[in-house]
């Protein structure tokens, strides 16, 4: 999935992402993701959405080898 970021919590790892059609939803970062990268309003993202307990989850795929 491709999207955008609306609000992020870099204390938190978690915030808003909005995507198709401009529908928002709330997720945190995946732990294989987390240490290495926080994320910035209105960055675009490429993204897997993964469902954990009753959270949902993203994990980023790098736009370029760097990213990581």
């Given at each position: 999935?491709?999207?955008?970021?609306?609000?992020?919590?870099?204390?938190?790892?978690?915030?808003?992402?909005?995507?198709?059609?401009?529908?928002?939803?709330?997720?945190?970062?995946?732990?294989?993701?987390?240490?290495?990268?926080?994320?910035?309003?209105?960055?675009?993202?490429?993204?897997?959405?993964?469902?954990k307990d009753s959270s949902l989850y993203i994990k980023l795929i790098p736009q370029k080898p760097q990213d990581?």
């Amino acid at each position: 999935m491709k999207g955008r970021v609306k609000w992020w919590s870099k204390e938190k790892s978690c915030g808003f992402i909005e995507y198709n059609n401009h529908e928002s939803i709330f997720a945190h970062l995946d732990e294989t993701t987390k240490p290495n990268k926080s994320l910035c309003e209105n960055q675009e993202i490429e993204f897997l959405l993964e469902k954990k307990d009753s959270s949902l989850y993203i994990k980023l795929i790098p736009q370029k080898p760097q990213d990581f």
